[in-house]
């Protein structure tokens, strides 16, 4: 699918890779100081000095936090290790979000697997209160033997998702060509681990199996960078998307016809440019 996609006269493909220039203090990580476990009754838990974060899922419930602070553009940075072992049905969420029914919000969300089958990254971008922009990789690494960093980076002229420094996904400010940006609504970071079964193993084709409860992922390494940002083109990482999109997309919204019988939304009719 993603080699036909490339050909594709329609692709959205724009992708004009800019790297930032923060200006920043970073303090040390402390989830005590910049997250509330906001459900799952004793299911979320900050441990030691607070530089881990765990949330867990059982049969009752699951849990989950949100960042105490809101933030309007930056790049946030975390480190998760998802749940290990048969984790079909469960699903990690992390976006940014606002509230309300025109909000914004970027996606990241990790749908589990049957032990030793691999992970699926969903993405998607909400603006106006409007998402409908799912895109999916498979993860190319085992998430849940060692933490990874994930990030995401928001300007106002580009979105960019990152997983190990490996760009994935960019959402470009296309107002002129009339699609929403998130630019005027600062977004909380939230987190849940929830059952999700569902939707998430192919609607509900795998159960998930509670003898291997409680679930749970951790947290560790929250690293926030705000300010004046400085933008410039990035080669090696246009060069490093490329590769994910080949070679690990297994969904974009973008090229699934069926789904948009009256014509593709307008970001998916940009040109490549490139
Ligand atoms: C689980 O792995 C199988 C086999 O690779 C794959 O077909 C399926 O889509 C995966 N499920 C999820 C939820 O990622």
Known sequence: MSSSFYSRPTSFLMFSFHFLLVAYTAGAANFYNDFDITWGGGRGKIVG???ILTLSLDRISGSGFQSKKEYHFGRIDMQLKLVPGNSAGTVTAYYLSSQGVNHDEIDFEF???TSGEPYTLHTNVYTQGK???EQQFR???????HFHTYSILWTPQTIVFLVDETPIREFQNME???VPFPKNQPMRLYSSLWNADEWATRGGLVKTDWTHAPFMASYRNFNVKAGHVMSQPNLAHRQKLRWVWKNHMIYNYCTDAKRFPRGFPPECKVKFRN
Request: net charge negative; glycine share 22%.
């Open 139 to 145: 993860m190319w690494f085992d998430p849940t033997s």
């Open 49 to 51: 000095p607070g530089d």
């Open 176 to 178: 002129t060509i009339g």
């Open 131 to 133: 998402g409908e922009r």
């Open 111 to 113: 749908l589990g697997n």
